[in-house]
């Protein structure tokens, strides 16, 4: 029987809903055991305003799945995502023997620590450090330096931070719950780790997680983390733009976009016509599906349109042979691909969870990718720390002998 430390839990906190996803390593393979989920309140732009109404739906989130699992979680992966996330390429360097030495684990290692200690703003806490390249003997660069000789090594690595109030919020809020946050992960990055092939990140991909207040964005080119980054724009803006059009109120507004809404126009009859109580008096009111539609694409090109200033920016835009991976809920938006494969110029797809065993077709749904990657985090964090126990003991064994 497995024991509570064992489960493998995902806690993905976002403005629209909080999900919790559970699963347990068996022969290296992952089984899906529970999940839960519940709509969240008290955040306002994608950062947590009131941690009181965000508390009560983390609980029923973890409760559900703990009802569902059977079993009691004490520890999670928690995701953070919101506008308030950036990545800076940060440098650092350790100095090894004179004579030359080899380079080994530990060193790459101090390295990653040392860039996670660079300079950061003290209203900012680093979230991700990704190794990106090596320098060895300030001559050579390389993506693996261990086992060359050398005096010196450089790194260069993606440090991912967050603003620390937000941070800390989400964190007292999951510590509040009764679970121990085992990691912190950016969004996208965990999302990433649940929809990407390896051969995508080596030909340049971009990943965006679309939530209601934010879409958090990675992108991969030569298997390097080359941007993260949180854009403070999501589904509550498409939503709002359809009440305010519609002239209904928000949860109609949501309904009609789920139900009938679509991204590109060109399909839709014009004849067609949507029924949707008016925000005065919840009388019916009509208006032609065109119309919702084409609300949603003008939105949808803005959203597309700022992505790729910020893929231009930070100079991948033309970088991406392996396409854009939509995912997160908005991401089942009708047609999104199409409109993000016209304004951007590149192939576009829908990034599901990965296939484990014994997982629901409920959760085959790109909103619950996040929490999958989370999952998937804790389950190579859980690897490097045995790997790095195994190394301790051997160490010490051969102090003893
Ligand atoms: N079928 C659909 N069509 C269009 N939009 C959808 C659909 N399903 C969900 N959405 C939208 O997706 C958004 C929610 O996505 P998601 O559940 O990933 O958000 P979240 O993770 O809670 O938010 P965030 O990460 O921004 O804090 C909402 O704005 C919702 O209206
Ligand atoms: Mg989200």
């Not at 992952?30 to 732009?45: D, E, K, V, Y």
């Not at 409109?339 to 969870?353: F, Q, T």
Request: glycine residues 8%.
């Amino acid at each position: 029987m497995a024991k509570s430390s064992d489960y493998l839990v995902g806690l993905d906190l976002g403005s629209y809903r909080t999900r919790c996803l559970v699963a347990l390593e068996e022969d290296s393979h992952l089984r899906f055991i529970s999940h839960g989920s519940a709509p969240s309140r008290g955040w306002a732009r994608g950062v947590i305003a009131d941690q009181d109404p965000v508390l009560a739906s983390v609980e029923a989130a973890i409760e559900e799945a703990e009802r569902n699992g059977g079993m009691v979680i004490e520890s999670a992966v928690v995701g953070v995502g919101g506008g308030h996330i950036h990545g800076n390429i940060c440098h650092s360097y350790v100095n090894l023997s004179a004579a030359g030495e080899e380079i080994r684990q530990e060193h790459v290692d101090d390295l990653v620590k040392a860039a996670a200690q660079a300079p950061l703003s003290s209203d900012r806490t680093a979230i991700q450090v990704v190794p990106l390249e090596f320098t060895v003997d300030q001559q050579i660069t390389v993506k693996n330096p261990r086992g060359m000789k050398a005096r010196r090594l450089d790194g260069h690595a993606q440090v991912v931070s967050a603003a620390a109030q937000a941070h800390n919020n989400v964190h007292a809020v999951v510590n509040r719950a009764g679970i121990v946050v085992e990691e912190t992960v950016f969004e996208a990055f965990a999302a990433a780790q649940a929809i990407l092939e390896e051969q995508e990140r080596e030909l340049g991909v971009a990943v965006a997680d679309m939530g209601a207040g934010s879409i958090d964005l990675v992108v991969y080119v030569d298997n390097d983390l080359r941007l993260a980054m949180g854009i403070p724009l999501g589904g509550d803006h498409f939503v709002n733009d359809v009440a305010e059009v519609m002239r209904t109120s928000r949860a109609d507004a949501e309904m009609l976009i789920q139900q009938y809404g679509c991204a590109t126009v060109d399909e839709t009859p014009s004849n067609v016509s949507v029924e949707v109580p008016a925000l005065s008096d919840g009388r019916p009111q009509t208006y032609p599906r065109r119309l919702l539609n084409e609300v949603l694409r003008a939105r949808a090109e803005e959203v597309f349109g700022v992505l790729g200033r910020e893929l231009r920016r930070a100079g991948v835009r033309d970088r991406l042979i392996g396409g854009l991976v939509l995912t997160g809920g908005l991401a089942a938006l009708a047609g999104a691909c199409d409109v993000a494969e016209d304004v951007l110029d590149c192939n576009a797809r829908i990034g599901l969870p990965p296939r484990i065993e014994d997982l629901p077709d409920q959760l085959d749904q790109p909103g619950w990718a996040t929490a999958m990657g989370l999952v998937l985090y804790g389950q190579r964090l859980r690897l490097h720390r045995k790997r790095r126990r195994e190394k301790a003991r051997e160490w010490l064994k051969a102090i003893f002998e």
